[in-house]
């Protein structure tokens, strides 16, 4: 990764969807392409105050009730409590408002769960409009709230505008939302804002580790895609070329501008933004989150599952995704490198690549038991692996074919996976984004990661790379002890040329 910053030229500017739009019609698989039903991204320093404008653009004129969705941080903007400014500007407008504040745990933390989803539609009307006050958790709890409402009304969508108050999560403009159930964090079909309020003097002055969250959050474009091509290639998901034509300007822009977002220059917090929002417009075209969401995101997920147990705080997902997709990636590249070398020794026994479904859950049943003794949560995650394993038996054509043709989609693979997992870990650190697990906001110990790893592949449907290393029978104390030897490694060097 070259430390150069090239100029900034969007390819795809989220900023202004007409041209977005008009570019993307000339794609020849345009047609396959869900329509982007958000309006758009306003950005700018002093964004921030077109918020009624906004409101008006909508058909949503003075006089009108708005609720607003929150959580209890105080956000600061030029020193000023921005929730306060915000709530200030719509009444000043002639708006009727109405405050939810979430609350969060004994830490403060807010989490995606669906009781809260019915503390919000349970203040929904069908005249209303809604803001959203937040990054990633209140973002999702109230687009589902939004969606899930007018689904059950069978009415038109409320007239939602989401106002980013961290570049820390792609959920802005994702048309999915993640939301716990029974502990266990699943992705459910959700709706777009109309509106994002992309307010640059916000961004430049939100603290540092909600900003590199935002940059960790980002960074599995750099393994996930190769996941999701996996997936693909056994049948058991459907790889969309639209997505990752979408994210040109996250691979071109990203790195160059890692320094830049350290510091939240104007200049570095557009870039983080307009990556961030092209990373929501990849998974709507997927109509899935899987482009951006591979084993390092089950990594992270195990983490949150496991976090009440251990009497830790839930910690920040981005920056969790970050270290986790260091690990994917060094297990990419084990796995990678082992299929070349068993299959131009002699190949490989696929009979002993599929488990009987009795055994698989027990030990699905075995591993989330002493996180919840009632076993809802390791009941829920067989329910979903249950789905994976029986794909993956169905699969075994594919599979063979797979193996036989390794040389092709090894290339494919290589165009998907740009950069080594030491160069990400070299960008990653010029961020300021932490290294390592113990370095995070809510610190977690070598031991708690290496079960997260070794037991990622048992929580849901979706399959990775670290599925096919279990299936082919080479996950074992070795490999998850060369994994996290190398990890250290990389650490270790990427902090010796700092």
């Known amino acids: 990764m070259l430390n150069r910053l090239p100029p900034l030229v969007y390819k795809y500017d989220v900023g202004n969807m007409k041209d977005l739009n008009r570019r993307i019609a000339r794609w020849s698989d345009y047609e396959q392409i869900p329509e982007i039903e958000m309006k758009g991204v306003i950005e700018g320093q002093n964004a921030i105050f077109q918020l009624p404008q906004i409101l008006q653009s909508l058909g949503v004129q003075a006089g009108c009730r708005v609720l607003a969705v929150m959580d209890e941080t105080v956000m600061l ?103 716990m159930k029974d502990h266990v964090k699943r992705t459910w079909p959700s709706r777009a804002p109309d509106i994002i309020l992309m307010d640059i003097q916000t961004l430049m002055d939100c603290p540092l580790h909600y900003t590199v969250g935002g940059v960790g959050d980002l960074f599995p474009v750099f393994c996930a895609f190769a996941d999701w091509y996996l997936a693909d290639c056994m049948g058991m998901s459907n790889f969309v070329d639209g997505s990752w034509r ?34 929501g417009l990849t998974m709507m075209f997927a109509r899935d989150s899987v482009p951006m969401s591979g084993y390092e995101h089950v990594i992270s997920h195990m983490l949150d599952m496991s976090a009440a147990y251990d009497k830790r705080k839930t910690g920040l997902h981005g920056q969790q995704v970050g270290e986790a997709m260091i690990l994917s990636l060094i297990n990419i590249e084990k796995l990678f490198s082992r299929l070349d070398r068993e299959l131009a020794s002699g190949g490989i026994n696929i009979d002993s690549c599929y488990p009987a479904a009795d055994k698989m859950e ?36 594919k599979f063979e074919a797979f193996l036989k043709n390794w040389d092709t989609y090894r290339a494919v693979f290589s165009g998907l996976l740009p950069y ?79």
């Open 77 to 179: 903007r030029r020193g000023e409590k921005l929730k306060e400014l915000v709530l200030g500007l719509l009444a000043n407008a002639g708006y009727k408002i109405e405050r939810l504040v979430l609350e969060g745990d004994s830490y403060g933390v807010v989490h995606a769960e669906f009781s809260q989803v019915e503390k919000v539609m349970a203040r929904l009307d069908e005249r209303c409009a809604v803001l959203s006050i937040g990054s990633g958790v209140v973002t999702d709890i109230t687009k589902h709230s939004c969606y899930c409402y007018c689904d059950e009304k069978g009415i038109r969508p409320l007239p939602l505008v989401s106002l980013m108050t961290a570049n820390s999560v792609p959920a802005y403009t994702s048309p999915s939302s993640i939301i």
């Open 246 to 279: 979408i994210m040109d300007d996250v691979k071109e822009l990203l790195a160059p501008y890692m320094e830049e977002i350290a510091n939240r220059t104007y200049e570095g917090m557009e870039v983080l933004g307009n990556c961030l929002h092209l990373t």
């Open 362 to 397: 027990k030990i699905v049943l075995r591993v989330f038991e002493p996180l919840d003794p009632s076993g809802k949560m390791g009941r829920e995650c067989w329910s979903d692996y249950a789905v994976k394993l029986k794909n993956w038996t169905d699969a075994r054509p």
């Open 420 to 498: 080594t997992a030491l160069e990400c870990a070299r960008a990653l650190n010029r961020s300021k984004h932490p290294l390592l697990f113990s370095e995070l906001d809510a610190p977690i110990t070598e031991e708690r990661v290496r079960w997260a790893v070794r037991n990622a592949n048992l929580m849901r449907k979706r399959f990775t790379s670290d599925d096919l290393v279990y299936y082919l029978g080479w996950f074992d104390k070795q490999w998850e002890d060369d994994i996290f030897t190398r990890f250290y490694d990389i650490v270790k060097a990427v902090r010796t040329e700092d």
